[in-house]
């Protein structure tokens, strides 16, 4: 049995029906979706706007995602987005990304992400700002 | 009985699975990203692209939708979209865009979009390439 | 000067940056999913479960929607969609939907959105328990 | 340097305006939505439709997804996706899929998908049609 990550943020969502698709299920592909928002509102809360950044010629890039669906949300369903930084270095950082439903706490899906900045010059490169804040709620 | 427009342009689509909601019909919200798609490549084939306009500081915004869901799209459909342009001033323009199944030739959706354009300067304002382009296709 | 119709409900969101589009606006499809989601919410909360009628054979159908869209949502914008209920029949029922910056509770969106119940016959009619919620809540 | 699978099935796409996010590039949930849109075509194209399969009581269930973002996709762009059946047995199936430019044919997208199937009894197992469809079509 697998240890949990040492979380250092989690948000909270409910399904929409127009994100269930006729299966009965969440679409596999919203579920990205909810990572997404739930990487950005956590950078956010350190001080690191994505879309500042990308203001500023730096562009955030997934490189890679790696996704286990354990147990499908269905519609009327709350849970739970949990994220932990795993690994950082000067070219890509690392988060695991779980889904939880609220009321019964079990685990519905499981994810790595993968990704990196690019500077302007085109070369990934993470800037030290970033850096520093990742390095301080690596897990 | 209502006349149809003078279409200028038309453009096939297949209904995405991922687009079907739990009712089992295309969800509503998805027809108003068939008909921009179908109006960004209208524009394209004329020479006006959306994205090289916003580049240059020319925002294209819609600033009303009216919709009319008949029939409803399903999953394995084939599609058309038609466009015709109803009207085109300096401040505004207004497209017509019905949807119709490519088997049965039924009409299931009938839209009415009005937009303008938001220059740099912040006054919404047709540029004159964009006028002139819409006026030749006034239906 | 219009008056505000005398809403019933109302619910909060945050933008997620996924449903900002190229143009740095949230894209013109996503406030119709923040509208379902918002009478699908509101109905639940008075017992009715539009998932839960489809498994009994009762449709909720929209069939027209008009949407103005007066000031964009961008990325990080907290907004609250507002829902009153302006007419109900046996045949059909009509919300008005807004949705206000929640900083500035400046209006942003106005919609209209006309819809109607398609029971197991197939010919469209609101069943009496939905009937007399909306009335209960006509504003 | 690694040999491209055998493709059994390509599909091509134009990219929306709609599905490119506030960073210029298609948003990284879209692209779940074009590899499922290809996998349902691909089983249409053999018989199998994954509608009328879950009216039997067989749901199609994605359990993992890998997907490697190599180069984004951007406004304007036409690509195509590729799919190799890469191992199916009595209790999964995995498929293959890449994306390439189609002016460039340049590989943008690599991805990885795992699924089972549900049958009414609810324990995971590959109905016998479906095993052999994918057996044929093995890389």
Known sequence: MKNSPA???????????????????VNNSVYLRYLEHTRHTFLKSTGIDAAHMQQLGFNLVVTRIEID???????GDLFVVKLAVSAVTRVRFV?????????????????????????P???????????????????
């Open 7 to 25: 979380y250092c943020f989690e948000l909270e969502f409910a399904v929409r029906d127009s994100e269930v698709d006729m299966f009965g299920v």
């Open 69 to 75: 669906y354990k147990q499908p949300l269905r519609s």
């Open 95 to 119: 988060f695991l990304q779980d889904i939880y439903h609220l009321s019964s706490q079990q685990l519905t899906t499981s994810a790595r992400i993968v990704g990196t900045a690019i500077p």
């Open 121 to 139: 010059n085109g070369r990934p490169g993470i800037p030290d700002d970033f850096y520093q804040v990742l390095h301080t709620h690596l897990a």
